[in-house]
Antibody, heavy 120, light 109 residues
Framework: QVQLQETGPGLVKPSETLSLTCTVS????????WTWIRQSPGKPLEWVGY??????????NYNPSLKSRVAISLDTSKKHFSLTLTSVTAADTALYYC???????????WGIGTTVTVSS | QSALTQPRSVSGSPGQSVSISCTRS?????????VSWYQQHPGKAPKLIIY???KRPSGVPDRFSGSKSGNTASLTISGLQAQDEADYYC?????????FGGGTELTVL
């Protein structure tokens, strides 16, 4: 059965860089959209972006509102993909989920999420 | 304000049917040819319950159904049960991006 597990520091200081990893088990990376979604307290889901792995090459796509600060990478040998968000502020405090996408909007497997708080 | 508008809340009694709408409120959003719906219980990760407007993943009860008319997609839950109480999100394409609706809180009375 496919499982995703997010890991990373729970606390990040303002202006620093947030880095999260999603470890994948039970699935190949090929032909899926490896996606990050976040949810600020009391707010709706927000798509962060994805990296796909089509024909053994990866390409990424990001939320335009985050595009200048976000990067998603993939390491198939380590069976994980990662999120990097630079210059964080309190507005980046959220529960961050990773998910496997059959398409960009068909997210069939989700991790349980990891909370990130931005605070000094 | 999301480009996909959902009612903030809906409610129904056990056994009844409820529908949750998801309206395209921005020209950035496509024509809702492809819509997914997610169910999120408090403190839990979202779960896919509908994809491609009308299709149900394996294991999702047929009490959950999806439809679309014009600029609005809808999720209908029939034979409402206590465990259906959750937040529901629609999701579609906005240009080359993914967008979620603002979410609807379903209360089972």
């Amino acid at each position: 059965q496919v499982q995703l597990q997010e890991t990373g520091p729970g606390l990040v200081k303002p202006s620093e860089t947030l880095s999260l990893t999603c470890t994948v088990s039970g699935s190949s990376f090929s032909n899926y959209y490896w996606t990050w979604i976040r949810q600020s307290p009391g707010k709706p889901l927000e798509w962060v972006g994805y990296i796909d792995y089509i024909d053994y090459t990866g390409s990424s796509n990001y939320n335009p509102s985050l595009k200048s600060r976000v990067a998603i990478s993939l390491d198939t040998s380590k069976k994980h993909f990662s999120l990097t968000l630079t210059s964080v502020t309190a507005a980046d405090t959220a529960l961050y989920y990773c998910a496997r996408g059959v398409t960009m909007i068909h997210l069939d497997v989700w991790g349980i999420g990891t909370t990130v708080t931005v605070s000094s | 304000q999301s480009a996909l508008t959902q009612p903030r809340s809906v409610s129904g009694s056990p056994g009844q049917s409820v529908s949750i709408s998801c309206t395209r409120s921005s020209s950035d959003v496509g024509d809702l040819t492809y819509v997914s719906w997610y169910q999120q219980h408090p403190g839990k990760a979202p779960k896919l319950i509908i994809y491609d407007v009308t299709k149900r993943p394996s294991g999702v009860p047929d009490r959950f159904s999806g439809s679309k008319s014009g600029n609005t997609a809808s999720l209908t839950i029939s034979g409402l049960q206590a465990q259906d109480e959750a937040d529901y999100y629609c999701c579609s394409y906005a240009g080359s991006s993914t967008v979620f609706g603002g979410g609807t809180e379903l209360t089972v009375l």
